[in-house]
């Protein structure tokens, strides 16, 4: 009956070293295929400028903001898995260029997979807010345009 006893506990020592041996394997396995991505070059994107119409800015959470003065629309950018964000800086800087509003979203591990909606809420927020400049600025111009087309009479 001993014996019996003794080749459970056994067995139970195996199934659980088993177990923690193949849960440090595969988190060991993770980490290493986490931290093998492509980084940005930096000689592609020294040379990045932006004109005087736009800036360049970084948030908090380490996103890259391209914002045209007079921008309309917007464009969010979740960059290609296991690819550094930054890479893509040079291709947004063109975009808001021509009056996009870019944000270049940094994944956590460089995969988009574990922030789906990153950027999407501030996003939303700061185009309305762009919406709403051009329309004043709209509104002043036609205001404007009234009083001068009631003065010339």
């Given at each position: 009956m001993g014996f019996l006893k003794a080749?459970?506990?056994?067995?139970?020592?195996?199934?659980?070293?088993?177990i923690v041996f193949s849960f440090a394997i595969i988190?060991?396995?993770?980490?290493?295929?986490?931290?093998?991505?492509?980084?940005a070059d930096e000689e592609a994107f020294a040379g990045v400028i932006t004109n005087k119409n736009s800036s360049r800015s970084v948030s908090n959470k380490g996103n890259v903001i391209f914002e045209p003065q007079n921008a309309t629309c917007g464009f969010i950018f979740y960059p290609g898995g296991k690819v550094e964000h930054r890479a893509y800086e040079p291709l947004l800087a063109e975009l808001a260029e021509e009056g996009v509003l870019c944000v270049l979203v940094k994944m956590p591990f460089n995969l988009a997979v574990f922030d789906i909606k990153a950027e999407a809420d501030s996003m939303k927020a700061r185009l309305q807010r762009k919406k709403q400049e051009v329309q004043e600025r709209e509104n002043s111009r036609q205001s404007h345009r009234h009083k001068n087309a009631r003065g010339a009479r």
């Open positions: 080749k459970g506990k056994n067995k139970l020592f195996i199934i659980t070293t088993t988190v060991g396995a993770m980490i290493l295929y986490l931290n093998d991505y492509y980084r």
